[in-house]
């Protein structure tokens, strides 16, 4: 049994929540091309760590890597990032900070791409969190990938008239 307050175990279930909500808002903005939502889940400055797909560990400015996901999106059709799995970490000594691992499932499709129009990546995520005065926002993602199928130049490969 818990030697946590009544209270105390709350506010973890709240936390835990609010965590995993802001994690699949994330992925969903993505989706929606909703650039201004997939900002309000991170901090300024966020740290971004996609060097398993090409993009090398960096603090970067909200604002910079919200384009550079835009642009690096947008020439999709669609786009389908599934977000389960969810396993909450609360920093030790610290309450107002959290991992949250979930994997990724992250499908892309452009309609009539010569080489094939389908591209999918299968990894995992580890998102650093940090409690602000506004919620849960995300400071660091590391993109973890597990394997690739489909055409990963789909998007660069001009779509014949």
């Given amino acids: ?56 560990a960096a603090d970067f400015p909200r604002d910079e890597f919200v384009g550079f996901a835009a642009g690096a999106l947008e020439g999709w059709t669609a786009r389908q990032h599934i977000s389960p799995n969810h396993r909450v970490a609360f920093d030790e000594t610290d309450p107002d900070k959290a991992t949250c691992y979930s994997y990724m499932y992250a499908q892309h499709y452009k309609k009539g791409a010569p080489g094939g129009d389908f591209y999918l990546m299968r990894g995992s995520y580890d998102n650093k969190l940090v409690r602000t005065a506004d919620g849960w926002r995300i400071t660091g993602v590391t993109q973890h990938v597990s394997w690739l199928e489909g055409n990963p130049d789909a998007l660069r490969e001009p779509v014949p008239s």
Wanted: proline share 4%; aromatic share 8%.
């Fill in 1 to 56: 049994m818990s030697t946590d307050s009544l209270g105390a175990r709350i506010q973890r279930i709240e936390d835990r929540t609010a965590i995993i909500e802001l994690v699949i808002a994330y992925a969903v903005a993505i989706d929606e091309a909703d650039w201004k939502g997939f900002a309000a889940t991170m901090t300024d400055p966020v740290h971004i760590d996609f060097s398993e797909a090409g993009l090398p």
